[in-house]
């Protein structure tokens, strides 16, 4: 059974960091991508990075202007998102997803997303 369990929300002033952990199971991880995606109320969710360790590659969307980064450890089959200099905007449910299509397609859609995780708050106070 696939299971992915994000880890690390929480409320933050501007201008604060946090990290953001998915914990993976279920699967083997060089085969899937693995992507942070994000829902703020009365938006549509939206993807945010993407690693694929397999492929030694991320993506980034472009409006996050180089404020977070995806790494990944294979050992513990965990993904990360550091994010700093955030900004209220940026507050939102982050979901964790993953897929194979995911991988072959290399994209921030969450229409290619096969798995995610239950997500996790973060709120960025102004």
């Known amino acids: 059974e696939v299971k992915l369990v994000e880890s690390g929300g929480g409320l933050v002033q501007a201008g604060g960091s946090l990290r953001l952990s998915c914990a993976t199971s279920?699967?083997?991880?060089?085969?899937?991508?693995i992507g942070w995606f994000r829902q703020a109320p009365g938006k549509e969710r939206e993807g945010v990075s993407l690693i694929s360790e397999g492929d030694s590659n991320t993506l980034y969307a472009e409006s996050l202007e180089g404020r977070f980064t995806i790494s990944s450890d294979n050992a513990k089959n965990t993904v990360y998102l550091y994010m700093s200099s955030l900004k209220p905007e940026d507050s939102a449910v982050y979901y964790c997803?993953?897929?194979?299509?995911?991988?072959?397609?290399?994209?921030?859609?969450?229409?290619?997303?096969?798995?995610w995780g239950q997500g996790t708050q973060v709120t960025v106070s102004s």
């Open positions: 997803g993953a897929g194979q299509l995911l991988r072959r397609v290399w994209t921030l859609s969450p229409d290619y997303v096969e798995h």
């Open positions: 279920g699967f083997t991880f060089d085969d899937y991508a």
